[in-house]
């Protein structure tokens, strides 16, 4: 089997295939234009790059093989999905790239910066700590966590593009003082040992090859008593892996959403601990007993809908619409007007919604499996 060790880093390669691809397209106001002025050429490398993982190799035929292969190359994976998705994504759901629970007639960003109010307060951040966003996305929660407790937050991400978009927004908001985004990837990171007061991770450590990997890494560069806490995409204890449908649910989730393997909540458990945290909460938010589903944006469920201003944001996530956006983007591609690939990744993404709500439906998988955990405040050795 292949290693799902840390890749070696080459940030000047990155620096220069984001120049060719993005241009200045992260400066545009709009991510729909953000996203059509890519270049057409060097998006089709990075979707023939994505995709080679996952065309041709349904879950009837899928090895273990397939999966090492998409581990060892995790690095690649996750930038080339956000190269690909970042702006379908930033245009359809907002700036904070994660889901949430909902409350009767709450309004989808209200909502979303709850769970994120949420997680901090459990973390008890306050204004003195020293934080670190594993895997940032354009800096939504990053944003909203350094407004909510007056904090000053470092992101890391692995995309360059995202790094740029996350940094303007944040100059335009005014807030250049309080939130610094760094390149670097969570299986090494670029800090040094002992560094900060807190982390956390919002839906991000699902793409690394190994939880304990990147466990291991944020316990390293964590201060002694210092605290993690992450919103972990898992299988539930429902999910078989000798059931051919739920490896179909788990394999569309997994191609329409830049992970290369994701696991069950036991191996989180492990985990951590191996990691050497002392795990304080664990809890699947998504079993609460909510009145109105996490899911039910992606599934376009108008029913549920808190405020008329959320109509455009779930119908942009009903089936209908999907279609159409994929139709227009492959006519876009063949006029020359929206970069290759574009059509691809809008269907992989929405294969990806059809396999989230069925996992959410039956039992399977969960986006919001909460765990918060400390570094122990003496660390022993064992000579």
């Avoid at 490398?45 to 273990?64: C, G, L, N, P, S």
């Amino acid at each position: 089997m292949q290693s799902s060790h840390p890749t070696k880093e080459d940030h000047q390669r990155d620096a220069a295939f984001n120049q060719a691809l993005h241009g200045q397209s992260a400066n545009q106001k709009s991510a729909f234009m953000a996203m059509l002025s890519k270049d057409s050429k060097a998006q089709q490398v990075a979707a023939d790059a994505y995709f080679r993982h996952w065309d041709d190799k349904d879950a009837k035929i899928e090895t273990i093989e397939d999966r090492e292969s998409r581990k060892a190359d995790y690095a690649n994976i996750t930038r080339n999905y956000y190269d690909l998705a970042t702006g379908l994504y930033e245009e359809a759901w907002g700036q904070s790239f994660h889901f949430c629970r909902f409350a009767a007639s709450e309004p989808f960003l209200q909502a979303i910066a709850r769970h994120e109010h949420y997680l901090a307060t459990k973390m008890n951040l306050n204004s003195q700590m020293k934080v670190l966003d594993v895997g940032c996305g354009v800096g939504g929660p990053a944003r909203e966590i350094a407004n909510f407790v007056d904090i000053h937050v470092t992101g890391l991400n692995i995309n360059d593009y995202q790094i740029q978009r996350a940094t303007l927004v944040a100059e335009r908001a005014g807030m250049s003082d309080r939130l610094k985004f760094i390149k670097g990837d969570f299986m090494q990171l670029p800090f040094p040992d002992n560094s900060f007061d807190a982390v956390y991770a919002i839906e991000a450590t699902c793409h690394a090859p190994s939880l304990e990997g990147v466990y291991s890494e944020i316990f390293r560069v964590l201060k002694p008593g210092g605290i993690f806490g992450v919103y972990e995409w898992l299988m539930t204890d429902k999910y078989d892996a000798n059931n051919p449908h739920h490896r179909e649910i788990r394999l569309g989730i997994e191609q329409g959403d830049g992970i290369a393997n994701m696991v069950k909540v036991e191996e989180g458990h492990r985990a951590i601990k191996a990691a050497g945290f002392e795990l304080q909460h664990a809890e699947d938010m998504s079993l609460r007993p909510d009145l109105i589903p996490w899911y039910y944006p992606i599934a376009g469920d108008f029913k549920y809908m808190g405020s008329l201003w959320d109509f455009f944001t779930i119908l942009r996530m009903t089936k209908p619409v999907r279609g159409m956006v994929q139709r227009l983007l492959s006519v876009l591609e063949v006029v020359r007007l929206a970069p290759g690939g574009s059509a691809k990744t809008a269907a992989s993404l929405a294969r990806a919604a059809d396999s989230l709500v069925a996992g959410a439906k039956e039992g399977l998988f969960t986006p919001m499996y909460l765990m918060i955990a400390q570094k122990p405040e003496e660390i022993f050795s064992v000579s």
